[in-house]
Antibody
């Protein structure tokens, strides 16, 4: 059974760095073709893809946010970490992590999401 | 970056209706197109992958078609549990992108 769960702060101040952790089970990020992505969704708005990390440690980022994002993995802990620097109130959103299989090229399992509010 | 445009942005329909949502990519994405359903307060759920493949466990009233730049999601006979927001997403190349969403409401 595949599950993913996001964890991190619910509130951050402007200019701070956000660190989110995705803890997953039911698959291994050392298996060929396995990837994990982060996706965010501001309240009432559309989904926005942020980043992806692959089984072989390849990494991909949103064009508009790549200078602020870092994605990493700890395969032994079944965790993927996303950091986003210089947070702003417009970054307030629900952040999701999701599994991506290169074979099907889709996000087949998602975490429940974590709402992060940026406010002083 | 590839832009995804959905239409309509919102749609009112009745139980039993046949509904079609369209998605257009700003360049050819072959069949690398996925559809998701999202209900309020919940994570998106994968419905269709590779333009026309039904995800396991998804009812057969959902279907997808298209290739290149134009795609459609069809619900053959709306059920009460289908009212939600639907998103298309291209996985042809990173950075991945989603459409702006289509909110399906009860008439």
């Amino acid at each position: 059974q595949v599950t993913l769960r996001e964890s991190g702060p619910a509130l951050v101040k402007p200019t701070q760095t956000l660190t989110l952790t995705c803890t997953f089970s039911g698959f291994s990020l050392s298996t060929s073709g396995m990837c994990v992505s982060w996706i965010r969704q501001p309240p009432g708005k559309a989904l926005e893809w942020l980043a992806r990390i692959d089984w072989d440690d390849d990494k991909y980022y949103s064009t508009s946010l790549k200078t602020r994002l870092t994605i990493s993995k700890d395969t032994s802990k079944n965790q993927v970490v996303l950091t986003m620097t210089n947070m702003d109130p417009v970054d307030t959103a629900t952040f999701y992590c999701a599994r991506f299989l290169t074979g099907d090229s889709s996000f087949d399992y998602w975490g429940q999401g974590i709402l992060v509010t940026v406010s002083s | 970056d590839i832009q995804m445009t959905q239409s309509p942005s919102s749609l009112s329909a009745s139980v039993g209706d046949r509904v079609t949502i369209t998605c257009r990519a700003s360049q050819s994405i072959s069949s690398y197109l996925n559809w998701y359903q999202q209900k309020p307060g919940k994570a998106p759920k994968l419905l269709i992958y590779a333009a026309s493949s039904l995800q396991s466990g998804v009812p057969s009233r959902f279907s997808g078609s298209g290739s290149g730049t134009d795609f459609t999601l069809t619900i053959s006979s709306l059920q009460p549990e289908d009212f939600a927001t639907f998103y298309c997403q291209q996985s042809y190349s990173t950075p991945y992108s989603f459409g702006q969403g289509t909110k399906l409401e009860i008439k």
